[in-house]
């Protein structure tokens, strides 16, 4: 799978990290910056990484920052994105089981670095199970082709 991944400055350190992290798992990581860790504009990397995933350039996205909600906030104003902003094991698989959710949002300051790893683990690895749930995303597409 190709996983876009970017951060804020907030969030630099760890995305090195989870770069290497799916690359260790078999994954294609495309590093979309920051390349430093000075002061950057979170949107103009989450609108990056989301239109190289609604674009289909890369399977799926994960984005960083403070909190991860920022990220998430800007990445889902692309059509086709289906950004979250998870905190937990059951919140990423969730995320992807129910929502098939292609982007994952991070905070890189109140996580810590083995239950960062196991999401990853865990977001890159479920699938969406479609049935009811399928159906509730296509009204959201619907509603998304009428704006």
């Known amino acids: 799978m190709k996983v876009a991944v970017a951060s804020d400055h907030r969030g630099f350190d760890l995305k090195a990290r989870i770069v290497d992290r ?19 504009d979170y949107p103009d990397f989450a609108v990056g990484v989301s239109k190289a995933v609604a674009n289909k350039e890369a399977d799926r996205g994960i984005l960083i920052c403070g909190t991860g909600m920022g990220m998430c906030i800007a990445a889902n104003k692309i059509k086709g994105i289906r950004a979250t902003a998870c905190h937990d094991e059951v919140t990423a698989e969730m995320s992807r089981r129910h929502n098939d959710a292609n982007v994952l949002c991070l905070s890189a300051e109140l996580l810590g670095e083995q239950l960062v790893d196991r999401m990853i683990e865990i977001w890159v690895t479920t699938e969406f199970e479609g049935g009811r749930h399928a159906r509730r995303l296509d009204k959201i597409s619907d509603f998304e082709s009428h704006e």
């Open 22 to 40: 799916l690359t260790n798992l078999g994954h294609e990581a495309i590093d979309m910056g920051p390349g430093s860790g000075e002061s950057v």
